[in-house]
């Protein structure tokens, strides 16, 4: 069975800074990774989605990587403002088709101004 | 942009009251999906859906039903709150497919059952 987590579970810097979200997932059969972010009290906000033929996408200061065959995703935010400032999850998309999307516990971010 | 609307950001209900939480989607998705968030359980898939008239139980689909009879509406139904329903209630859709397709949610609706 698909199993997705996410290190670290929390995470605070400073305003400027350069940091990476970390997903691992335990089986490699999978069509894609999703990375969301979610605000307090709010639904989850797609921000990049990887399929499993590639590498990375990137989007504006997010870049997000895959390596199927380690089963790991990470998510790099350049230059962090307080409005990054949330929760993020990843999930994915297992390879039997019918199967749900797994999604890792998320990891609450807090840039400090 | 895809609008995944639910119709209630909050909700409060009593013991033992049938609730009825509404779902649309603009974008003609297939895919339909219906999760609860709680502190330290992350989300959990109640139903799904894959077509009209389509329903598929979900990893703790008991005291909960659902209707789709429209491509665009997706309702979950609470038959008899309890209070162990009290959670964050999110919404999804997404395509047919099983490539690029990206999963888009609702704004949630908090139920709080009394």
């Known amino acids: 069975k698909q199993e997705v987590t996410q290190i670290p579970a929390a995470l605070s810097v400073p305003e400027g800074e350069n940091l990476v979200l970390n997903c691992s997932f335990t089986?490699?059969?999978?069509?894609?990774l999703q990375w969301f972010r979610q605000d307090p009290g709010k639904g989850l906000t797609s921000l990049l989605l990887i399929q499993s033929s590639q590498r990375e996408q990137t989007s504006g200061r997010l870049n997000a990587s895959l390596d199927k065959s380690s089963g790991r995703s990470t998510l790099y935010i350049a230059a962090s403002q307080p409005g990054d400032s949330a929760t993020y999850l990843c999930a994915v998309r297992p390879g039997n088709y019918g199967q749900n999307f797994v999604f890792g516990p998320g990891t609450r971010l807090s840039v400090l101004p | 942009d895809v609008k995944v609307t639910q119709s209630s950001r909050y909700l409060v209900k009593r013991t033992g009251e049938k609730v009825f939480l509404e779902c649309v989607q603009d974008?003609?998705?297939?895919?339909m999906f219906w999760y609860r968030q709680d502190p330290g359980l992350g989300l959990r898939l109640i139903y799904f859906s894959y077509d009209v008239k389509m329903k598929e139980k979900g990893d703790i689909p008991e005291g909960y039903s659902v209707s789709r009879e429209k491509k665009e509406r997706f309702s979950l139904i609470l038959e008899s709150a309890s209070t162990n329903q009290t959670s964050m209630y999110l919404c999804?859709?997404?395509?047919?497919?099983?490539?690029?397709?990206?999963?888009?949610f609702g704004s949630g609706t908090q139920l709080s059952v009394l």
């Open positions: 089986d490699s059969a999978i069509y894609n």
């Open positions: 999804a859709s997404t395509p047919l497919g099983i490539g690029n397709e990206k999963l888009f």
């Open positions: 974008m003609d998705h297939e895919n």
